[in-house]
């Protein structure tokens, strides 16, 4: 059974920064590609970034060259480092399998870029 915890985010102001990290237990990293989804209410699911399991990146338009995905494989282990945050960045973070995710999804976490 695949289990997916996201920790990490939190209130902060318009150009600051957080990090998200992503502790997945089963065999979910035998999945290769792992990737960080937002998600506002109303709206769909956005795959923002996704990581090959030898650290090759991809990101969306929106986020490139603001955020950055990383992995420990052995710590089975996804993060985000999120840096001039805007208020659209604001969102529930989730992370799986990418592109095409898995039914099991975490509890996510709560973003917020607010003054």
């Known amino acids: 059974q695949v289990q997916l915890v996201e920790s990490g985010g939190g209130l902060v102001q318009p150009g600051g920064s957080l990090r998200l990290s992503c502790a997945a237990s089963?065999?979910?990293?035998?999945?290769?590609?792992m990737g960080w989804y937002r998600q506002v209410p109303g709206k769909q699911r956005e795959l923002v970034a996704a990581?090959?399991?030898?650290?090759?990146?991809n990101y969306a338009d929106s986020v490139k060259g603001r955020f950055t995905i990383s992995r420990d494989n052995a710590k089975n282990t996804v993060y985000l480092q999120m840096n001039s945050l805007k208020p659209e960045d604001t969102a529930v973070y989730y992370c799986?399998?990418?592109?095409?995710?898995?039914?099991?999804w975490g509890q996510g976490t709560q973003v917020t870029v607010s003054s």
């Open positions: 990581i090959t399991s030898d650290g090759s990146a």
């Open positions: 089963g065999n979910i990293f035998s999945f290769y590609v």
């Open positions: 799986n399998r990418a592109p095409t995710p898995t039914d099991y």
